[in-house]
């Protein structure tokens, strides 16, 4: 973990530093003084070489600081502290809505296989991960907003500004649980194991519920685990289309500024929680396949 937050860091650094713009000249405007221009450069740090910017940075890391925004000269770290749990609370409301819906779905194109039933949930699941965000985020506001008035068009605030987002961003993620759903119910149906549960009579619910579900769960942990840490990174284009005040659209306005510390405080805030996400992931797989708490005893 340490050594990939050094290479996103030296990475997105070296990036920011080759981008077309000076910011300080965006800050300042085209008809400044050159020696107002310069003076701002030494108060930034910008005038040095790029090794010891880069230095300096990461020493300013290692203090729990983020820098400061070339534009509004607040703490990176303040302001990101202040927007995450908005994009906590997208990310998680986007979720409810795609595991219960997804995972329903694929158990029942995966048992209505080869009908109208299945063809019908497949071409509807690939309609959602071929329809981009911005899209299906503006169709849904027409008519959830602006046709019907069930829900204010934008802005952050009650669980009315949260749905129309929390569905925008959870369709994708509904479509791929659909099909890693029915993938794996068909293959786990087919397994020995469930016929011997069929012929010792055991219910369809508790099959379904016991031991089809929970080695479902073991891929689709994986894809559940990826989602959530691409929501909790920030989903831009949901937050900037309904003016969702989280770390996607504060990513956004950065790249926009070119504020190169807002940018680099969101990009490493959002990998260390893709990592930590992936380690849970990791962790869960502990307890959901057996085969894994093997592999790790004989070793």
Not at 24 to 30: I, K, R
Not at 72 to 91: E, G, M, Q, S, Y
Request: hydrophobic content about 50%; overall charge positive.
């Amino acid at each position: 973990m340490i050594l990939l937050l050094l290479g996103i860091t030296l990475l997105t650094f070296s990036l920011t530093k080759v981008l077309p713009g000076d910011p300080v000249q965006g800050l300042v405007g085209e008809r400044a003084q050159p020696e107002i221009i310069e003076k701002i450069r030494k108060e930034l740090g910008t005038d040095k070489d790029i090794v010891s910017q880069y230095t300096g940075y990461l020493k300013l890391l290692l203090t729990g600081e983020m820098g400061r925004s070339l534009y509004t000269n607040r703490r990176v770290l303040d302001d990101i502290l202040i927007k995450f749990p908005n994009t906590i609370k997208l990310a998680v409301g986007a979720m409810l809505i795609a595991i219960p819906l997804g995972i329903s779905l694929g158990f029942l194109a995966a048992y209505k296989r080869d009908t109208h039933i299945d063809r019908f949930i497949s071409s509807i699941s690939i309609i959602g991960i071929s329809v981009p965000v911005f899209w299906s985020g503006l169709l849904i506001m027409l008519f959830l907003s602006l046709k019907l008035k069930l829900f204010p068009p934008s802005g952050t605030g009650d669980i009315r500004f949260l749905i129309m987002p929390s569905l925008t961003l959870s369709l994708p993620a509904i479509a791929t649980f659909v099909r890693v759903t029915r993938t794996s119910v068909i293959e786990i149906a087919d397994m020995p194991f469930i016929n011997t549960a069929k012929a010792k009579g055991l219910s369809i619910f508790k099959i379904n519920s016991v031991h089809i579900l929970k080695n479902v769960l073991i891929p689709l942990v994986t894809v559940i685990g990826l989602d959530f840490g691409s929501y909790l990174n920030g989903a831009v284009l949901t937050e900037t289309i309904f003016g969702w005040d989280g770390i996607g659209r504060f990513t956004m306005e950065g790249i926009i500024k070119r504020d190169y510390p807002v940018i680099m405080g969101c990009i490493i805030i959002g990998t260390v929680v893709f990592v930590l996400i992936n380690l849970i992931v990791d962790i869960l797989y502990h307890y959901l396949d057996p085969r894994v708490r093997l592999y790790v005893s004989d070793r």
